[in-house]
């Protein structure tokens, strides 16, 4: 028996389905049954999410589930895993990723270049945020919270004037909702999330039984990719708030990975690219990262605290 930890959300639903359905297929009989956590990211939706501590408020009760005991296994959407994890905890398999771009869905159909001069667009995202506004800013960007369902909603009710909203590709698609999307943002243009569109098993460190069954579901170029991405996160200090994009690619046993970080209203970016090997992609990831830093990126986070502080906007 394995007992898998997750959200309660369709979406995270879904995902912990999956990876009970894989988990059975490579080993028959093998029983799994699922506990519903909710988290504090779940709870506090009045309040935007890097006010509050940021996506870790989506995995810290299903982390502490995971070291009381009371879990086997955790399903992450690995954008929303912090840089470090718990003593105690590791990343045991990532599987297949999933696309890792944005969608836009507007009210009519619109393409992101056809949308009209100050139309609102919703996002509960600073990445996203920065780099609508450095593509179009003339565009108004909303803060909006809630679940996949709950933003399609807001945005067919035009609630708030509400003409566009940004979510995950890989969200939509695993939902059977593809159909809705307007425009998928592609890179170099725009940037994903480290880690969208990847599921993270997190478990116990040393935990053989649970390391064990999971070996099959790991897909080796997924880990490499997040893990690259996840070294620039790292660098950074950690802070799955912080406005950064991040994309890598793999070619010839050579990872390339594209960062960029900017301030919410699109007015400073700093960006950089760095091509290395396979084998250590945290490592280079890490020196991303330090070039960011060096080109200004700490006193771009100063900047952009003070500039959070100051945002009194209430979410959708």
């Known amino acids: 028996m394995l007992t898998i930890g997750t959200r309660g959300s369709q979406l995270a639903l879904w995902q912990a389905n999956h990876i009970s359905d894989l988990l059975r297929n490579a080993h028959p009989g093998l029983e799994v049954k699922l506990e519903i956590i909710k988290t504090s990211g779940d709870r506090i939706q009045d309040r935007k999410l890097y006010e509050v501590g940021g996506k870790g408020l989506f995995v810290k009760e299903i982390e502490e589930?995971?070291?009381?005991?009371?879990?086997?296994?955790?399903?992450?959407?690995?954008k929303d895993v912090p840089g470090s994890l718990?003593?105690?905890?590791?990343?045991?398999?990532?599987?297949?990723?999933?696309?890792?771009?944005?969608?836009l869905i507007t009210t009519d159909g619109a393409r992101l270049d056809a949308l009209p001069k100050g139309a609102k667009v919703?996002?509960?995202?600073?990445?996203r945020?920065?780099?609508?506004l450095k593509a179009r800013p003339d565009l108004e960007v909303?803060?909006?919270?809630?679940n996949v369902d709950t933003r399609l909603k807001k945005l067919r009710e035009g609630v708030g004037g509400l003409q566009a909203i940004i979510l995950a590709v890989s969200g939509l698609e695993r939902l059977g909702m593809g159909d809705v999307i307007s425009e998928r943002l592609r890179a170099p243009r725009f940037l994903p999330a480290i880690g969208q569109g990847a599921l993270g098993l997190e478990t116990r460190l040393g935990d053989r039984r649970v390391l064990d069954y999971l070996a099959p579901l790991r897909h080796?170029?997924?880990?490499v990719s997040v893990h690259a991405e996840r070294g620039v996160l790292e660098q950074l200090e950690g802070d799955c708030h912080l406005p950064i994009a991040c994309h890598s690619t793999i070619e010839s046993g050579e990872v390339t990975v594209h960062a960029r970080l900017?301030?919410?209203?699109?007015?400073?970016?700093?960006?950089?690219?760095?091509t290395g090997s396979s084998?250590?992609?945290?490592?280079l990831g890490r020196k991303l990262g330090q070039r960011l830093l060096d080109q200004g990126g700490k006193e771009l986070m100063v900047e952009l605290d003070e500039m959070v502080a100051q945002d009194d906007t209430q979410p959708l």
């Not at 919703?122 to 990445?127: E, F, P």
């Not at 900017?262 to 760095?274: T, V």
Request: glycine fraction near 10%.
């Open 65 to 78: 589930a995971l070291l009381d005991k009371r879990i086997d296994l955790a399903v992450h959407s690995m």
């Open 86 to 103: 718990p003593d105690g905890l590791t990343l045991a398999a990532m599987t297949r990723r999933a696309s890792p771009y944005d969608a």
């Open 122 to 127: 919703g996002t509960g995202s600073l990445r």
């Open 129 to 132: 945020r920065f780099q609508l």
């Open 142 to 146: 909303l803060p909006i919270r809630g």
């Open 220 to 223: 080796m170029d997924t880990e």
């Open 262 to 274: 900017g301030l919410p209203d699109g007015s400073r970016m700093i960006e950089g690219i760095i």
């Open 279 to 283: 084998a250590n992609p945290a490592e």
